[in-house]
């Protein structure tokens, strides 16, 4: 039995070596295969460089194309003539106006100035007599406005042979207030008259009078 034992270890260690005999031819060929496989893609990639170094480049040279855009010089269409010219308004007839308005009144809360023209005019001098054309309402003053101030003032001046208005200054016993001395002054500046003729000259008209009222409207 030790006999047949001893045989057996033996052809263990007979075929182990034999394995490792084989594993060893085995890992030298798989060795020298690998070593040629990366000989082989070295070569073929540094052949691959040297053919594409060799490549031949195209120069070229792009040329821009002259071009010619047309451009139609379109003229506008004339428009038709209208076959009738608009009718003219009529002229403003400022010989209708009515003389007997002797007061224009103009009310906003919460106060109202009216003015009044006393003296010098008269419908009974004749057609050449001088009339009102613009007559503007003083502004109320604004201290007075405070102080629930009310009146009038007269203010006599020149009608002008163009009609308007020069030297006005205030009848001083014919104001209840200064403070509506310049408001009265600065709106009869502001008037307007059609002068007074006489043997077709127009002249001056002197001592005209206006009076403007002053009163607080609720």
């Known amino acids: 039995m030790a006999a047949s034992i001893a045989q057996t270890l033996s052809v263990s260690q007979t075929a182990m070596y034999f394995r490792m005999a084989i594993g060893f031819v085995l890992g030298v060929v798989i060795t020298a295969a690998l070593f040629w496989m990366m000989q082989y893609m070295i070569e073929t990639a540094d052949r691959t460089l040297n053919e594409g170094g060799a490549t031949n480049i195209v120069d070229f040279v792009r ?17 038709p003539e209208p076959e009738e010219p608009p009718p003219e308004p009529p002229a403003p007839q400022m010989e209708n106006l009515n003389p007997n308005a002797e007061k224009i009144a103009v009310s906003a809360p919460p106060a109202e100035t009216d003015i009044e023209m006393t003296g ?15 007559k503007v309402a003083p502004i109320y003053p604004q201290r007075a ?18 009609g308007t208005i ?31 003729v006489v ?11 206006n009076k403007f009222t002053y009163e607080i409207t609720e």
């Open 63 to 79: 040329l821009k194309r002259d071009e010619q855009v047309e451009r139609r010089q379109r003229k506008p269409e004339k428009p």
């Open 120 to 134: 010098g005019f008269s419908l009974g001098v004749g057609e050449g007599d001088y009339l009102p054309i613009v």
């Open 199 to 209: 043997d077709g000259q127009a002249i001056e008209v002197p001592g005209v009078q």
């Open 166 to 196: 020069t030297n006005p200054f205030v009848i001083e016993d014919q104001c209840t207030s200064s403070m509506f001395h310049r408001a009265s002054i600065e709106a009869a500046l502001k008037f307007k008259y059609k002068p007074r």
């Open 145 to 162: 406005l405070a102080r629930g101030i009310e009146g009038f003032c007269v203010v006599q001046y020149t009608v002008t042979r163009n």
